[in-house]
């Protein structure tokens, strides 16, 4: 039969406070390793932090060790409204005029005009587009002029078909998907059902009687006078390295203008430096130490990040031989600042670009050997190395990951503990409750029998 028990009526004490007291005394511990967990998961957001910032970083500088981050060319149009214009990164600086007398057209042609409603008559269409191999379309006895236009568009001919109906019936429209002579096309009829392929009866007067609403034409213009023609509105081999687009027919030359982009360097520059201030900052922000307030920040005194400040800061301050006119990234107006910052000199690194880009971009760029690499180069190797598989992100945060997993176990062991303490108190106090009640009913027997005697002698 189950019993109740209720601890502290033997003793009279309050065993429930006292086990729970003791019980938390032996989870004290248990304060300080959640603290530390919470440090080092806040550590592990930082680190975080800090890697994402780097990988900026790596892909800034990626910027300035490419090609065509220094390749970068601005083309421009005297009117873009009639003539648009880009050109690749590379392109040689040149100027040239444009002139447009035609732009490029697609053919259509709509057919005589077919009661509406009514079948067309059974044959084949052979439907050719430039010099291309014919395309064959069958037509049912049943077919109305709108099922052989389906039947056109699900050839994939290169021509698109729709049906035009007014007062007269349906007309079939015909269009090339593309422009230019090439794409001009041709529709006639291979055989009819009334055995007559020339008439205006029966499947044949879908092509007799059709007009051409619209001829095909190359695009037509001139660059500096020479006539230039393309199949399509753009020009994009007219030119080296340069598209040019006819917009409209032109009354007045266009100048088209290729010039290097030295806002592209510049852009892909200050890039570079506020991905470099960006984890200068957020470090110099998480090891400081504040005096006044005797505060100190989250890898204050962590030795690796310190270590990878300094190694960040190395690489900016590295030589390179690359160049024959700038080692170092002051002698283009880029400079360390108090507090570790890069701050850049607008009018000197201005001067650089203008007047030296080519030394300016090996001092970047160049590649090599050791100090031969430009400073780019440099700092690239270093952050790929940084946030490798096995480089210092990843060696860091599984530390920081082993450590919470101890932590993890520890503070297993010490709630295990008090799990086996509460057990264990309980039991002993349990034991104690059912001494004591004994004990006192003991004594309520004597006191009993000592009372009964003195009644009996008195």
Same mark, same amino acid.
């Given at each position: 039969m189950a019993t109740i028990s209720s601890q502290g009526i033997g003793s009279g004490l309050d065993v429930k406070s006292i086990v729970s007291q003791l019980v938390a005394l032996e989870k004290k511990p248990l304060d300080s390793l959640k603290l530390q967990a919470a440090t080092v998961q806040t550590k592990i957001s930082a680190f975080g932090q800090i890697k994402s910032l780097v990988s900026t970083l790596s892909d800034a500088v990626s910027k300035l060790t490419s090609v065509t981050g220094?390749?970068?060319?601005?083309?421009?149009?005297?009117?873009?409204?009639?003539?648009?214009?880009?050109?690749?990164?590379?392109?040689?600086? $040149? #100027?040239?005029?444009?002139?447009?007398? &035609?732009? =490029?057209?697609?053919?259509?042609? %709509?057919?005589?005009?077919? @009661?509406?409603?009514?079948?067309?008559?059974?044959?084949?269409?052979?439907?050719?587009?430039?010099?291309?191999?014919?395309v064959e379309i069958t037509v049912l006895a049943t077919d109305k002029v709108a099922d052989i236009a389906s039947a056109i568009n699900g050839a994939g001919a290169g021509v698109s078909a729709t049906v035009l109906t007014d007062a007269s019936g349906d007309r079939l429209l015909l269009r090339s998907t593309s422009t230019g002579l090439a794409a001009g096309f041709t529709l006639a009829v291979t055989s009819d059902a009334d055995g007559n392929t020339?008439?205006?009866?029966?499947?044949?007067?879908?092509?007799?009687?059709? $007009? #051409?609403?619209?001829?095909?034409?190359? &695009?037509? =213009?001139?660059?500096?006078?020479? %006539?230039?023609?393309?199949? @399509?509105?753009?020009?994009?081999s007219t030119v080296s390295g340069v598209t040019f687009t006819a917009l409209k027919v032109t009354t007045a030359p266009t100048e088209i203008t290729i010039t290097k982009d030295t806002s592209a360097v510049q852009s892909n520059i200050d890039a570079f430096v506020k991905a470099y201030n960006d984890i200068n900052q957020l470090i110099g922000e998480a090891t400081k130490y504040d005096a006044a307030t005797k505060s100190a920040g989250l890898l204050q005194g962590d030795s690796t990040v310190i270590t990878l400040q300094n190694s960040l800061r190395n690489a900016l301050q590295s030589l390179t031989t690359g160049s024959s006119l700038y080692g170092r990234l002051a002698d283009v107006g880029i400079t360390q600042q108090r507090g570790g910052d890069l701050a850049v000199n607008s009018t000197k690194l201005s001067a650089a670009m203008n007047d030296h880009m080519d030394e300016l971009k090996k001092l970047f760029s160049a590649t090599g050997t050791g100090a031969a690499n430009g400073v780019a180069v440099q700092i690239k190797a270093l952050a790929t190395n940084l946030l490798s598989t096995d480089g210092f992100f990843s060696t860091k945060d599984y530390s920081l990951k082993l450590m919470l997993d101890r932590n993890a176990k520890d503070q297993t062991r010490v709630n295990e503990k008090a799990t086996r303490l509460e057990a264990s108190l309980n039991a002993r106090y349990s034991a104690l409750d059912s001494k004591m009640a004994s004990l006192n009913a003991l004594n309520a027997y004597v006191a009993q029998q000592v009372t009964t005697w003195n009644k009996s002698t008195g």
């Open positions: 220094w390749n970068a060319v601005k083309a421009t149009s005297s009117d873009s409204s009639s003539v648009g214009v880009s050109a690749i990164g590379g392109t040689q600086p $040149t #100027t040239f005029s444009v002139e447009v007398q &035609a732009l =490029a057209k697609a053919k259509s042609t %709509a057919s005589a005009a077919i @009661t509406t409603g009514i079948a067309v008559g059974a044959g084949t269409l052979s439907l050719t587009v430039g010099s291309g191999t014919p020339a008439d205006a009866a029966g499947l044949s007067r879908m092509v007799v009687g059709s $007009t #051409t609403t619209q001829a095909a034409a190359d &695009a037509q =213009a001139t660059v500096n006078g020479i %006539a230039v023609t393309s199949a @399509t509105n753009t020009f994009a």
